[in-house]
Structure formats: C-alpha cells, structure tokens
C-alpha cells in the first residue's frame, strides 16, 4: 500500500532563519507531489506541484521553492523566513494520469517566531 | 480568487441528526470533486468523491449530491455521531484541486 511521510510535525523557527521540510512516498511510482499551506481556520492554498524529477509549477509567489531530487521525494524550502511564513504545511500525492485523488501527509506545524 | 465558495463556515448537530455541507464552483472545466475530513492537528483525509456524471453518491453514512447545471454540490452526513466531529473541506479541479474554506462540524452527544 501507498504511504506518505512528511517531517517534521512541528517546527519553531526564528524569522530569517531557513527552511527545509520533506516528503516521501511510498509504494507507487511517477506520483503527482503537492505542498499545499493550512492558515488557522482557513482552507487549503495550493503552494507547488510536481508532475516529475525536476518539474516544480508555481502556483503563489512568495518567499518559498519546491524541488523535487528524487521521483518520490518532494522538499519545500525557504531561504529567509518570514513572520507570514507561519502555518501548516501540508504534502499530498495523487496517481497519475488523469485521477486526482490526493492523499496527505499528516502535516508540518510551522511557527516562524 | 476562490473557485471553490463553501458553506457554512461551522455547524452545531445533535447526536442523530443530520449535517449538510455546500459548496459551489465556478470552472465548467472541473470534473472530479471530493470531500475531505481533516481532524485537528492531522492531514485531511479523503471521504468521499464524485465525478460530474452522476447526480447523487452514497457511502455508509455519508452522501454526495451533485447539480451540474447549478456548479453545486454538497455533502449530507446522516446519522451524526460524535466522532464525525471534524472540518470538512469541499475541493474541485482536474489534474489539481481547488478547496473550500472548511467547515467545521459539532455533533453534541
């Protein structure tokens, strides 16, 4: 079966600090990788996503990137932390072609103090 | 902008009574659209999904209704228990979703 890993579940970091948080998928191959961020009472913003090695599309510019090294492995990254940078970060996965179905990671509690 | 509107933002249910969940869209071009559980602290979870094909899905306790001509769709959680207690996202897209705000669910015992 497919499992999905993401560290850490929590994260407190000073501003202008970096960032690095990383996913992995288990059990399947060529997956869509996404990172989604979780504001306090608010919905899900779609922040990257992958379609393959390499391919990192952009879907809100701000003071984040994505790459993906590995088919399986997807890391969100920041050089100089923000305060608005707080929030929980989210990895998800969906099967390629054509299903959407994303499945998530358990998530990344970041506070950016 | 926010292509998928959900509402209510929170709801309070009775133990046995019934919990609906709208959302609407606005690109014609969306053609899968799940519901998800998220509890807190914890990834949302997927619950239940709907292609544009079909007007009504069922599973368990949980019912998707789906109005193509309106861009509506909404989820009915019967029955509700207390562990239904959660946020319910709503999300549509094609090759990537767009989510709801969430609403947050309360069944009181």
């Known amino acids: 079966s497919q499992t999905i890993h993401q560290w850490p579940a929590t994260l407190v970091q000073p501003v202008g600090s970096p960032l690095s948080l990383e996913c992995t998928v288990e059990?399947?191959?060529?997956?869509?990788l996404y990172w989604y961020r979780q504001a306090a009472g608010r919905g899900l913003q779609l922040l990257f996503y992958s379609v393959g090695i390499g391919q990192i599309s952009s879907e809100v510019p701000q003071n984040l990137s994505a790459s993906r090294p590995q088919d399986r492995q997807f890391i969100l990254s920041s050089k100089k932390l923000l305060l608005s940078d707080s929030g929980f970060y989210l990895c998800?996965?969906?099967?390629?072609?054509?299903?959407?179905?994303?499945?998530f990671g358990q998530g990344t509690r970041l506070t950016v103090v | 902008q926010q292509q998928v509107k959900q509402s209510p933002q929170s709801l309070i249910v009775q133990k046995g009574g019934i919990s609906i969940i709208n959302c609407a869209y606005e690109n014609t071009a969306f053609d899968y659209f799940p519901w998800y559980q998220q509890f807190p602290g914890k990834g949302p979870a997927l619950l239940i999904a709907?292609?544009?094909?079909?007007s009504e899905k069922k599973e368990g306790r949980f019912t998707i209704s789906f109005n193509k001509s309106a861009k509506q769709f909404s989820l009915h959680i019967m029955d509700s228990q207390p562990g239904d207690s959660a946020t319910y996202f709503c999300?549509?897209?094609?090759?990537?979703?767009?989510f709801g705000a969430g609403t947050t669910v309360t069944v009181r015992a």
């Open positions: 998800a996965w969906s099967v390629r072609p054509g299903k959407t179905e994303a499945f």
């Open positions: 059990g399947t191959s060529n997956p869509n």
């Open positions: 709907i292609r544009p094909d079909v």
């Open positions: 999300a549509a897209g094609d090759y990537k979703l767009s």
